[in-house]
């Protein structure tokens, strides 16, 4: 069983919005979408800036710089101009429960590969 972290509740982060928080000393973004909870690090692949003062549409989040578009669900750039991945991390939340926990797992997943 990971050791979770506990961040927040369900009602920190709106539906369709993300909230950046730092996870033992990493810079992490959640994801509230309609699939569920997602966490990235929040990092852009492309220039370094973060994720989480883009654009969340669906599962797909837009970097504020130069549109680079992730998906949240995977971490995998979806367009030009990021080429790598950024790193994933498993959330644990109940979108039916405002009041419950959302718990990170801090080890992220391994990065996915392009196309997967
Ligand atoms: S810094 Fe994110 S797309 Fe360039």
Same mark, same amino acid.
């Given at each position: ?5 506990? /961040? ?9 919005? /993300?909230?950046? $928080?730092?996870?033992?000393?990493? %810079? /992490?973004? =959640? ?9 990235? *690090? ?12 883009? *654009? ?20 995998? &750039?979806?367009?030009? %101009?990021?080429? /790598?991945?950024?790193?994933? $991390?498993?959330?644990?939340?109940? %979108?039916? @429960? &405002?009041?419950? &926990? =959302?718990?990170?797992? &801090?080890?992220? @997943?391994? =990065? ?5």
């Amino acid at each position: 069983m990971p050791n979770l972290l506990t /961040v927040g509740q369900v009602s920190d982060i709106p539906l369709e919005t /993300v909230r950046h $928080y730092d996870i033992e000393g990493e %810079p /992490v973004v =959640i994801a509230h979408t309609s699939e569920g909870f997602f966490a990235l *690090e929040d990092r852009c692949s492309h220039a370094d800036v973060a994720l989480s003062e883009g *654009e969340l549409d669906g599962c797909m989040l837009e970097c504020w710089l130069h549109g680079a578009v992730f998906d949240v669900r995977t971490g995998v &750039p979806a367009t030009l %101009p990021a080429l /790598v991945p950024v790193k994933t $991390y498993d959330v644990f939340a109940d %979108p039916s @429960n &405002p009041e419950g &926990p =959302i718990e990170v797992n &801090p080890t992220p @997943n391994p =990065i996915q590969s392009k196309g997967k």
